[in-house]
């Protein structure tokens, strides 16, 4: 067991200021340092000379051997010399060498350069290299905004934090489900549930970005339509407990509760219920579900991960049969961080709880671990990068911190501080850019971790395929 038992944790037992609001803005949006990247000036470098062939036929190879080898057989006769051996070498070197001190001999006096070429010549150089050089990304170490967020219920098993594809941030606290836009900053209040069904104790969107399922303690799934706020649909019976985890995919909502089942429900028929996944036997806390939508990862508080293929998923399952694709057993604890890799198919990463600390790597068609590092801290949630090959993961005690991992070398590239408590839940803008950190501290953070979009390149003209596009005109 992780960290944040339910019963004890509930922040809405706890005694607060009544001048606290929701998702009101803490402090004031920091100070970003200036982007802008120092070059430098090659200006003040002078020009060198050109190369120039040295003459063999004025050279002296024998003199210039002994040039070449006269200082190593100084050292090696240092100690046995005199000083009176020492004058009579110098005297010698002097009347029979001419102090000739040059190994090479030229016969003239290499040309010039042209004034100002090789200067241009750098300047190209150091212009061509600085386009093709990518400037490596700064990552501000303060957040860009932070809320307060109080009654947050403080339970690592749940999921209470979720951005939708239409720009809006839903947010559980407490029997409450709040949303805030990041359009304009606004704050709406979605619904508040009675205390014999509440808490909250899920919200995931769907991918329309206008309707929102939400979890319940009471075992029961909410429906929503976020632009009018009416409640769609209540599913019930699903679960035999609280339903922790959420996922969507397409028109399928699959539910994950503290009884270990795991429900497919198409939420456009009546009888909703068209699959059941059978595999952990105790809380399901982690639910994902690939990019393809054939694969579903599901971490449990049994520290089992499972892998689900939707082709061998069962509307009746057989006693004893196993529908799950993958059976991994490596993690020590709870497995509640789980990210599908949005650059390379068929890779999942999973953090362990605070029995684990590792972040691991899987190929979910071989079910093969392809890499496996210790953080060292509890591992509460992942989220790929989406734009570059890296991975941010978010942590509990002791530091209570954000780390930006570069994949695959799993080499630190920045550590986020701020948090007072284990960083439990994290969200990614629809763009990829900002990521929202929500945390036992009751404060909501967002950081700008995965930089800013590059504008886009401009479609090139395509040439007619047509076919005459082989003829410039007709005669």
């Known amino acids: 067991m992780d960290a944040g038992s339910f019963s004890s944790c509930i922040s809405s037992e706890k005694a607060r200021p009544a001048s606290r609001h929701p998702l009101r803005a803490v402090g004031s949006r920091p100070c970003m340092p200036s982007l802008l990247s120092s070059s430098k000036d090659f200006s003040s470098r002078q020009s060198g000379g050109d190369r120039f062939i040295p003459d063999r036929s004025a050279?002296?190879?024998?003199?210039?051997?002994?040039?070449?080898?006269?200082?190593?057989?100084?050292?090696?006769?240092?100690?046995?010399?005199?000083?009176?051996?020492?004058?009579?070498?110098?005297?010698l070197y002097e009347n029979l060498l001419n102090n000739r001190t040059r190994i090479l001999a030229f016969k003239s006096k290499p040309q010039a350069p042209a004034e100002g070429i090789l200067q241009e010549a750098h300047s190209n150089a150091s212009s061509h290299l600085a386009r093709l050089a990518k400037p490596?990304?700064?990552?501000?170490?303060?957040?860009?905004?932070?809320?307060?967020?109080?009654?947050?219920?403080?339970?690592?098993?749940?999921?209470?934090?979720?951005?939708?594809?239409?720009?809006?941030?839903?947010?559980?606290?407490?029997?409450?489900?709040?949303?805030?836009?990041?359009?304009?900053?606004?704050?709406?209040?979605?619904?508040?549930?009675?205390?014999?069904?509440?808490p909250v104790t899920s919200v995931s969107w769907a991918p329309d970005g206008r309707h929102i399922a939400v979890g319940l303690n009471s075992s029961d799934i909410q429906l929503w339509d976020s632009s009018s706020s009416n409640l769609l649909r209540t599913l019930r019976g699903v679960h035999g407990s609280r339903v922790g985890s959420l996922a969507w995919n397409n028109n399928i909502l699959t539910t994950g509760g503290m009884d270990g089942k795991i429900v497919n429900n198409d939420v456009r028929v009546r009888s909703h219920i068209?699959?059941?996944?059978?595999?952990?036997?105790?809380?399901?806390?982690?639910?994902?579900?690939?990019?393809?939508?054939?694969?579903?990862?599901?971490?449990?508080?049994?520290?089992?991960?499972?892998?689900?293929?939707?082709?061998?998923?069962?509307?009746?399952?057989?006693?004893?049969?196993?529908?799950?694709?993958?059976?991994?057993?490596?993690?020590?604890?709870?497995?509640?961080?789980?990210?599908?890799?949005?650059?390379q198919s068929n890779l999942l990463a999973s953090g362990g709880?605070?029995?684990?600390?590792?972040?691991?790597?899987?190929?979910?068609?071989?079910?093969?671990?392809?890499?496996?590092?210790?953080?060292?801290?509890?591992?509460?949630?992942?989220?790929?990068?989406?734009?570059?090959?890296?991975?941010?993961?978010?942590?509990?005690?002791?530091?209570?911190?954000?780390?930006?991992?570069?994949?695959?070398s799993m080499v630190k590239i920045a550590e986020l501080t701020g948090h007072t408590s284990q960083v439990l839940f994290m969200a990614q803008s629809p763009d990829g850019c900002i990521v929202a950190s929500l945390a036992g501290d009751e404060m909501l953070r967002f950081w700008n971790v995965f930089g800013t979009l590059e504008a886009p390149k401009p479609a090139a003209k395509t040439a007619s395929t047509g076919p005459f596009s082989s003829f410039n005109h007709i005669r």
Not at 64 to 90: C, F, I, V
Not at 140 to 163: F, G, I, K
Not at 370 to 394: H, M, P
Request: proline share 4%; aromatic share 10%; with cysteine.
């Open 59 to 91: 050279m002296d190879f024998d003199l210039a051997y002994y040039l070449l080898t006269e200082r190593r057989t100084e050292k090696e006769n240092a100690a046995a010399a005199s000083p009176s051996k020492g004058t009579y070498r110098r005297l």
């Open 136 to 198: 490596r990304r700064y990552i501000p170490q303060s957040p860009e905004r932070t809320l307060d967020a109080p009654d947050l219920v403080d339970d690592y098993y749940l999921n209470l934090l979720d951005w939708g594809s239409s720009n809006v941030l839903s947010i559980a606290l407490g029997n409450a489900v709040y949303l805030w836009d990041a359009s304009d900053g606004s704050t709406s209040e979605l619904v508040t549930v009675d205390e014999d069904v509440g």
């Open 274 to 343: 068209v699959q059941t996944y059978r595999g952990h036997q105790q809380e399901v806390c982690g639910l994902k579900w690939s990019g393809s939508g054939q694969q579903l990862a599901s971490g449990g508080n049994d520290n089992l991960l499972h892998i689900w293929d939707l082709s061998m998923a069962s509307s009746n399952p057989s006693p004893g049969q196993n529908q799950w694709l993958h059976r991994l057993e490596d993690h020590m604890a709870a497995v509640k961080a789980l990210a599908w890799c949005p650059f």
């Open 353 to 408: 709880g605070g029995g684990d600390g590792c972040i691991k790597f899987w190929n979910t068609r071989t079910g093969v671990r392809l890499n496996s590092v210790d953080t060292g801290s509890q591992v509460c949630s992942l989220l790929w990068n989406k734009n570059e090959r890296e991975l941010l993961s978010s942590h509990g005690s002791t530091h209570n911190q954000l780390i930006l991992w570069k994949y695959p």
